[in-house]
């Protein structure tokens, strides 16, 4: 789903105390130095005295200035049913905690769990070959195979679609072309588009309708061109019902005169039916970086299934939970009460703990299985992907500093990853704001809260 730009001001809360009474100046320049070693809140940089104490939208350190409270923010009526957690990346602890250990609708955030998935499983070079077979007993018939890779494009050479350097269907024509030529086929009579791969339903019945039509997904099915996209240069672009035979029109379409009264029908490749050309997808690490930047949920869901057969399952739907669970203990991470349906966070059936995004984040920060593709490809506060538009206002002070993946549903907004605040640390967190009023207003709440644990950093407090 997309996501609307959004302003808030964000006004800083500051409380400072006096020294009364006057001293000496040997008393004061003590006093000074006594002051000075007590522990003071780093995240808040650099406080005005001349703040209102009663303003409001800001994380606000205590008297003390030993802790700093999101109160508040939390508060937000915007976040709805509000879960949320800050955890210490170095130390483990948890900082802040409402609601984490409960699982709930991840929405797009479910993208790093299939990146993860995707990266230990199948490796970050792994490729898509899509190919064409012809019938040894009838060159005149040919067999157009999927392999799982949405981004075959029917752009022309020199063109790109969303999928930056995508194999074209332009280069698998030019070599049924060449075959022909060799061969002396004048005419193909008949093209078999063969979309096996996958098994089980091609649309999960709970993903919203409106997102075929709308544009935001397309069905997966293993035969596909330019993620069935009407427009294969628009990331938002209405899907069809009918992707398979769209992908035999184009490649028909991309043949020429050889092909122009070829039959289309859908059918199975036969064993004995010989390849005559094939072309090979981007390596997954691109998939991925585009999948995390941009929410792209078809990668997602064919990353799902080509993590499903390559872990021994059918490809379906109801192959990803067990598939993913099994990997993701492999991890040493906790799945206890994990429900995965899809692999793009589509479903609000999904049900992951905020804290399991934490345990995660941890895992991807740290660098092993390839994870650093993952920390790489996250979406910048103010700068980046799905969050280049995003903490604006007071909430810009965060910019540069949280790195993270976004997330929508109906009545649901998430956003899990990491912050780097003034003070040094590394703080893992993920923010849900679901429940029935939550609207597109939420994603303002979450950026005020999330710039909150940007100021406080390892000040941060519970209440």
Request: net charge neutral; proline share 4%; charged share 15%.
């Amino acid at each position: 789903m997309s996501e609307n730009n959004t302003r808030f001001a964000y006004i800083k809360e500051v409380i400072i105390g006096g020294l009364a009474g006057a001293v000496a100046v040997s008393l004061i320049i003590m006093a000074v130095g006594t002051q000075s070693a007590k522990p003071v809140n780093t995240a808040s940089q650099s406080p005005s005295p001349t703040q209102s104490a009663t303003a409001t939208g800001s994380a606000t350190p205590t008297a003390t200035a030993a802790v700093c409270s999101v109160k508040k923010l939390a508060a937000d009526p915007r976040l709805g049913n509000l879960q949320a957690i800050v955890v210490d990346n170095a130390t483990g602890k948890t900082l802040f905690d409402v609601g984490g250990e409960t699982g709930s609708s991840t929405a797009s955030t479910m993208k790093l769990i299939t990146a993860a998935v995707a990266l230990k499983v199948l490796g970050p070079n792994y490729r898509v070959s899509t190919k064409v077979y012809a019938d040894p007993a009838d060159s005149s018939h040919l067999y157009f195979v999927g392999a799982g890779d949405p981004t075959l494009s029917r752009t022309s050479i020199g063109k790109q679609s969303v999928y930056q350097n995508a194999p074209k269907l332009a280069d698998l024509a030019g070599l049924i072309n060449s075959w022909a030529a060799a061969k002396g086929v004048t005419s193909f009579s008949s093209i078999t588009l063969d979309s096996s791969l996958f098994a089980g339903p091609n649309y999960e019945t709970s993903w919203p309708s409106t997102e075929l039509t709308q544009g935001y997904v397309s069905q997966v099915t293993a035969l596909q061109v330019d993620g069935d996209r009407s427009s294969p240069a628009a990331e938002t672009s209405p899907r069809s019902t009918s992707p398979v035979m769209n992908a035999g029109v184009y490649l028909k379409g991309a043949i020429g005169r050889v092909a122009k009264h070829a039959s289309l029908v859908e059918g199975v490749r036969p064993a004995e039916t010989t390849v005559i050309a094939s072309v090979s997808s981007q390596p997954i690490s691109v998939w991925i970086t585009h999948m995390l930047q941009v929410s792209d949920n078809t990668e997602a869901e064919y990353l799902a299934r080509l993590v499903s057969l390559a872990s021994g399952g059918d490809g379906s739907f109801a192959s990803i939970d067990q598939t993913f669970q099994t990997v993701l203990t492999g991890l040493g991470l906790d799945t206890s009460g994990m429900v995965l349906i899809d692999g793009s966070g589509e479903s609000n059936r999904n049900q992951v703990t905020p804290k399991f995004f934490t345990d995660l984040m941890k895992l991807i920060l740290a660098g092993g299985n390839n994870f650093n593709y993952i920390s790489l490809a996250l979406p910048v506060a103010g700068q980046t992907g799905s969050l280049a538009t995003r903490f604006t206002g007071d909430n810009a002070v965060a910019d540069g500093n949280v790195f993270a993946k976004t997330g929508w549903i109906n009545h649901g907004y998430t956003l899990a990853g990491y912050i780097r605040p003034k003070d040094g640390s590394t703080l893992t967190f993920a923010v849900y704001a679901l429940g029935s009023t939550v609207d597109n207003s939420a994603k303002l709440a979450i950026d005020n809260l999330v710039t909150g644990f940007y100021r406080c950093g390892l000040n941060l407090s519970q209440n």
